[in-house]
């Protein structure tokens, strides 16, 4: 008899996500997302009644929209942090891309595995991918329940909570 359970399965198996269970975004966000980047996993209250918020992703290559479409300044009334890791197993700080991103209005062009911490009520973005040569790990964990944020351009509030 195993002293082990598999995957997901046993007691506590509901704490482990392995499929993606992302809240619902516009067609439109969707299908342009799918441009550059492949969406893995997604946590947040809904999944895991309890967790915080997490997304993780694939950026595949690089885009033409400079900034990418949807990804405009905003702000969040929690913390944030925000990750791009390089997939050079031989050197793992090498992003293998160029990515920039605003924090607070100045653009920092990054080209090495990043995490960067956004405190509550900081501006961010936006988002371009300069240059890709092979995928990055992208993710961010919010320290909320679900994911939302309010537009800095306008005024718009964005709450995934109530998403099924």
């Known amino acids: ?21 992302a809240p619902q975004f516009s067609p439109g966000f969707a ?5 550059y980047a492949k969406r893995l ?26 900034p990418l479409l949807k990804h405009d ?12 890791l390089g997939s050079n197993p031989d050197d793992p700080y090498d992003l293998g891309a160029e990515i920039e991103i605003g924090i607070n209005g100045e653009l920092h062009r990054l080209t090495k595995s990043t995490i960067i911490f956004m405190p509550a009520g900081m501006k961010h973005l936006p988002l371009s991918i300069i ?8 993710f961010s964990i919010s320290m909320n ?15 995934h909570s109530k998403d099924k």
């Open 41 to 66: 996993l997604w946590m947040d209250s809904r999944v895991v009644p309890g967790s915080f918020q997490m997304n993780t992703s694939w950026y595949m290559s690089a885009s033409d929209c400079r």
């Open 145 to 159: 329940p679900a994911y939302g944020y309010r537009s800095t351009k306008t005024d718009e509030v964005i709450d």
């Open 31 to 35: 299908e342009f997302y799918k441009t």
């Open 1 to 21: 008899m195993a002293d082990y359970v598999m995957n997901n399965e046993g007691e506590y198996g509901m704490y482990v996500v392995q499929e993606l269970k």
């Open 131 to 138: 240059s890709l040569e092979r995928p990055v790990l992208h």
């Open 73 to 84: 300044e905003h702000v969040h009334d929690f913390d944030e942090m925000i990750g791009f």
